[in-house]
Every structure is written in C-alpha cells, then in structure tokens.
C-alpha cells in the first residue's frame, strides 16, 4: 500500500459514522433504510457515506428486488492490514513478554 493509498484509507476511516457503518456491516449486510435508523443520519448522508466506503472498495452492494443490501468487503481492507501488520507483530511480542513474565512470578 502506498503512502497515499494509506492516507486516503486513514481520511475515510476517520468519519465516525463511516467506521460504524463498516461494523454494523462486519456482523451482517444491511439495506440503507436500516443503517438510516441505527445511526440517526439523514437517507443521503448514509448513502454518501456508503458511496464512499464503495468506492474506496471496503464494502459492495447487491440488489435483492427494490433494495440494496451493503456488506463489507475484506479484500478492501487487506491493505490496510498489511500496512498495520508490523505494529500489530510490536504489539503482539510485547504481551508476549509480559504473559512470560507473570508466567515466572509467584502468588506472594
């Protein structure tokens, strides 16, 4: 992921409602009109919100009659992950040393 491309990931991340849309999403997809209810936006912010997270390819639509369902879309967000991946590996060596620690330390 290039530096722009994480930048751009990171501004579209960073909208509050467009990361409880990607959660809401993560549990299952979900037509506009019920996103609408769950986060108290107005029909088009929602669905500019959508569009955006769409074109950024972290979720997908798909027609079922008249409505639209959203679901995220993982490949979307593999950059992302990867970008993260060497934090995620600091982080992870970190609780690791401190499991072997209280590991060695005795109940006093």
Known sequence: ????ETAITF?????????TILDLLRMR???VGELVSILSLT???????LRILREAGMVQVRA?????????????????????RPYRMI???????LG?????????
């Open 29 to 31: 997809e979900r037509p």
């Open 91 to 97: 982080w992870e060596a970190s609780l690791d040393r």
């Open 1 to 4: 992921m290039s530096r722009q």
């Open 43 to 49: 029909q088009p912010a929602v669905s500019k919100h």
């Open 100 to 108: 072997s620690h209280l590991d060695t330390m005795t109940d006093e």
């Open 64 to 84: 079922d009659a008249r409505r639209r369902l959203y679901r995220v879309r993982a490949e979307g967000l593999r950059g992302l992950d990867k970008w993260i």
């Open 11 to 19: 501004e579209i991340l960073a909208e509050p409602n467009r990361r």
